[in-house]
């Protein structure tokens, strides 16, 4: 069973994503929860969050 936990930046009328972290991570959005899932394995999810709160830190030379 996946526990989903909404993101802390949602906003009032909840657009947001949620996240369900377990051997893999699972996002779905939080205003359309059957319309499907995305996993991502914990190395790529890491790889993912560090992008976007570093993004000049994954950008090329």
Do not use: H, Q
Not at 24 to 35: E, G, M, N, Y
């Amino acid at each position: 069973m996946k526990v989903w936990r909404k993101s802390s930046y949602s906003s009032v009328n909840g657009d947001c994503v949620e996240v369900a972290p377990s051997e893999s991570i699972f996002v779905r959005d939080s205003k359309s929860r059957l319309a499907g899932v995305i996993g991502f394995s914990p190395d790529a999810w890491e790889t993912f969050i560090t992008c976007v709160e570093f993004p000049s830190a994954t950008k090329s030379a």
